[in-house]
Protein backbone atom coordinates (compact mmCIF):
# COMPACT_ATOMS: atom_id res chain seq x y z
CA UNK A 1 0.00 0.00 0.00
CA UNK A 2 1.57 3.24 -1.22
CA UNK A 3 1.53 6.81 1.65
CA UNK A 4 -1.06 8.24 -0.06
CA UNK A 5 -3.64 5.10 0.52
CA UNK A 6 -2.54 4.84 3.69
CA UNK A 7 -3.08 8.19 4.80
CA UNK A 8 -6.38 8.34 2.81
CA UNK A 9 -7.13 5.24 5.13
CA UNK A 10 -6.74 6.85 8.25
CA UNK A 11 -8.15 10.40 7.66
CA UNK A 12 -11.44 9.34 8.88
CA UNK A 13 -10.29 7.51 12.38
CA UNK A 14 -8.38 11.13 12.54
CA UNK A 15 -11.73 13.13 12.03
CA UNK A 16 -13.61 10.67 14.76
CA UNK A 17 -11.12 10.91 17.07
CA UNK A 18 -11.33 15.02 17.09
CA UNK A 19 -15.06 14.95 16.74
CA UNK A 20 -14.95 12.46 19.94
CA UNK A 21 -12.54 14.94 22.10
CA UNK A 22 -14.17 17.87 20.87
CA UNK A 23 -17.63 16.42 22.23
CA UNK A 24 -16.15 15.25 25.37
CA UNK A 25 -14.85 18.97 26.10
CA UNK A 26 -18.62 20.92 25.04
CA UNK A 27 -19.81 18.34 27.80
CA UNK A 28 -17.45 19.00 30.65
CA UNK A 29 -18.54 22.93 29.93
CA UNK A 30 -22.03 22.56 30.04
CA UNK A 31 -24.03 23.33 32.48
CA UNK A 32 -25.80 20.91 34.51
CA UNK A 33 -29.53 19.98 32.72
CA UNK A 34 -32.83 21.53 33.72
CA UNK A 35 -35.57 19.65 33.95
CA UNK A 36 -39.46 20.70 32.04
CA UNK A 37 -40.12 23.87 34.35
CA UNK A 38 -36.87 25.50 32.46
CA UNK A 39 -38.78 25.76 29.45
CA UNK A 40 -42.37 25.93 30.36
CA UNK A 41 -41.78 29.03 32.92
CA UNK A 42 -39.82 31.16 30.72
CA UNK A 43 -42.44 30.26 27.94
CA UNK A 44 -45.02 31.82 30.00
CA UNK A 45 -43.18 34.84 31.15
CA UNK A 46 -42.51 35.33 27.04
CA UNK A 47 -46.36 34.87 26.83
CA UNK A 48 -47.24 37.85 29.58
CA UNK A 49 -45.10 40.01 28.12
CA UNK A 50 -46.08 39.26 24.78
CA UNK A 51 -49.62 39.85 25.84
CA UNK A 52 -48.50 42.93 27.74
CA UNK A 53 -46.79 44.37 24.77
CA UNK A 54 -49.74 43.72 22.02
CA UNK A 55 -51.78 45.51 24.64
CA UNK A 56 -49.61 48.75 24.38
CA UNK A 57 -49.15 48.40 20.81
CA UNK A 58 -52.98 48.06 20.27
CA UNK A 59 -53.05 51.21 22.55
CA UNK A 60 -51.22 53.18 19.58
CA UNK A 61 -53.93 51.98 17.04
CA UNK A 62 -53.20 49.53 14.89
CA UNK A 63 -54.59 51.50 11.13
CA UNK A 64 -55.09 49.38 8.31
CA UNK A 65 -52.81 47.47 6.42
CA UNK A 66 -53.44 50.34 3.63
CA UNK A 67 -52.90 53.20 6.05
CA UNK A 68 -50.71 51.17 9.53
CA UNK A 69 -50.69 52.64 12.45
CA UNK A 70 -47.82 53.25 14.56
CA UNK A 71 -48.43 50.19 16.60
CA UNK A 72 -48.85 47.87 13.82
CA UNK A 73 -45.51 46.55 13.47
CA UNK A 74 -45.45 46.26 17.19
CA UNK A 75 -48.55 44.49 18.18
CA UNK A 76 -47.63 42.09 14.61
CA UNK A 77 -44.28 41.36 16.31
CA UNK A 78 -45.83 40.73 20.18
CA UNK A 79 -48.49 38.31 18.46
CA UNK A 80 -45.71 36.23 16.99
CA UNK A 81 -43.87 36.10 20.03
CA UNK A 82 -47.33 35.00 21.81
CA UNK A 83 -47.56 32.55 19.27
CA UNK A 84 -43.97 31.12 19.74
CA UNK A 85 -44.64 31.30 23.55
CA UNK A 86 -47.57 28.65 23.17
CA UNK A 87 -45.66 26.44 20.96
CA UNK A 88 -43.02 26.55 23.12
CA UNK A 89 -45.15 25.39 26.34
CA UNK A 90 -46.84 22.57 23.92
CA UNK A 91 -43.59 20.91 22.87
CA UNK A 92 -41.69 22.48 26.06
CA UNK A 93 -42.56 19.83 28.40
CA UNK A 94 -41.10 16.52 26.12
CA UNK A 95 -37.75 18.80 25.37
CA UNK A 96 -34.12 17.73 27.40
CA UNK A 97 -31.97 20.63 26.74
CA UNK A 98 -32.79 23.48 28.89
CA UNK A 99 -29.82 23.97 31.37
CA UNK A 100 -30.15 25.15 34.87
CA UNK A 101 -29.55 29.02 35.73
CA UNK A 102 -26.05 29.30 37.28
CA UNK A 103 -24.29 32.50 37.87
CA UNK A 104 -23.18 32.64 34.21
CA UNK A 105 -26.84 33.35 33.92
CA UNK A 106 -27.03 36.45 35.37
CA UNK A 107 -24.95 37.84 32.76
CA UNK A 108 -28.25 38.02 30.59
CA UNK A 109 -29.80 39.64 33.49
CA UNK A 110 -27.23 42.53 33.64
CA UNK A 111 -27.06 42.62 29.88
CA UNK A 112 -30.94 43.68 29.68
CA UNK A 113 -30.66 46.06 33.04
CA UNK A 114 -27.89 48.34 31.21
CA UNK A 115 -29.93 48.01 27.75
CA UNK A 116 -33.05 49.20 30.05
CA UNK A 117 -30.01 51.60 31.47
CA UNK A 118 -29.32 52.62 28.14
CA UNK A 119 -33.26 53.36 27.42
CA UNK A 120 -33.59 55.78 30.49
CA UNK A 121 -30.30 57.52 29.41
CA UNK A 122 -30.96 58.15 26.12
CA UNK A 123 -33.55 61.26 26.62
CA UNK A 124 -31.01 62.64 29.00
CA UNK A 125 -27.58 62.00 27.64
CA UNK A 126 -28.61 61.47 24.26
CA UNK A 127 -27.68 58.69 21.72
CA UNK A 128 -23.82 58.79 21.78
CA UNK A 129 -22.62 58.23 25.10
CA UNK A 130 -25.25 56.03 26.57
CA UNK A 131 -24.69 53.79 23.15
CA UNK A 132 -20.60 53.55 23.70
CA UNK A 133 -21.24 52.72 27.48
CA UNK A 134 -23.16 49.84 26.66
CA UNK A 135 -21.20 48.65 24.21
CA UNK A 136 -18.26 49.10 26.63
CA UNK A 137 -19.90 47.10 29.46
CA UNK A 138 -20.85 44.45 27.14
CA UNK A 139 -18.06 43.91 25.53
CA UNK A 140 -15.42 44.16 27.97
CA UNK A 141 -17.49 43.22 31.10
CA UNK A 142 -19.89 40.59 29.80
CA UNK A 143 -17.60 39.25 26.77
CA UNK A 144 -14.05 39.55 28.51
CA UNK A 145 -12.86 41.68 24.92
CA UNK A 146 -9.47 43.54 25.31
CA UNK A 147 -10.16 47.21 26.02
CA UNK A 148 -8.71 47.81 22.30
CA UNK A 149 -11.07 45.86 20.73
CA UNK A 150 -13.83 47.23 22.92
CA UNK A 151 -13.41 50.73 22.31
CA UNK A 152 -12.51 50.58 18.43
CA UNK A 153 -16.20 48.33 17.79
CA UNK A 154 -18.34 50.38 20.71
CA UNK A 155 -17.53 53.32 18.77
CA UNK A 156 -17.70 52.18 15.11
CA UNK A 157 -21.00 50.55 16.35
CA UNK A 158 -22.21 53.86 17.62
CA UNK A 159 -21.43 55.31 14.58
CA UNK A 160 -23.05 53.05 12.18
CA UNK A 161 -26.16 53.29 14.56
CA UNK A 162 -26.24 56.85 14.58
CA UNK A 163 -25.27 57.30 10.41
CA UNK A 164 -28.33 54.49 9.96
CA UNK A 165 -31.02 55.79 12.71
CA UNK A 166 -30.73 59.51 12.08
CA UNK A 167 -29.79 59.89 8.45
CA UNK A 168 -30.86 56.73 6.58
CA UNK A 169 -34.07 55.85 8.34
CA UNK A 170 -34.66 59.46 9.34
CA UNK A 171 -35.63 58.70 13.28
CA UNK A 172 -35.70 61.69 15.57
CA UNK A 173 -33.45 60.40 18.09
CA UNK A 174 -32.11 62.54 21.14
CA UNK A 175 -28.13 63.09 20.21
CA UNK A 176 -25.56 65.51 21.36
CA UNK A 177 -23.28 65.83 17.99
CA UNK A 178 -24.53 67.09 14.49
CA UNK A 179 -23.52 67.09 11.17
Known sequence: MSERE??????????????AEVA????????????????????????????GAAYLAHGYGLGSLRRPGPGLWPFAVSVLIMV???VLLV??????????????????LVGAATFVGLGLLLPTLGFE???????????????????????????????????????GLKIPLPHLIAF
Open 6 to 19: TRTADEPDILAELQ
Open 24 to 51: RDLAEERPPAGGPAYQVIPALVVLVLGA
Open 84 to 86: LAV
Open 91 to 108: VGRTLDDAEKFTRSSLLV
Open 129 to 167: IPAILLGIVWLRFLGGETWRSTIVISVATTAVFYVLFLY
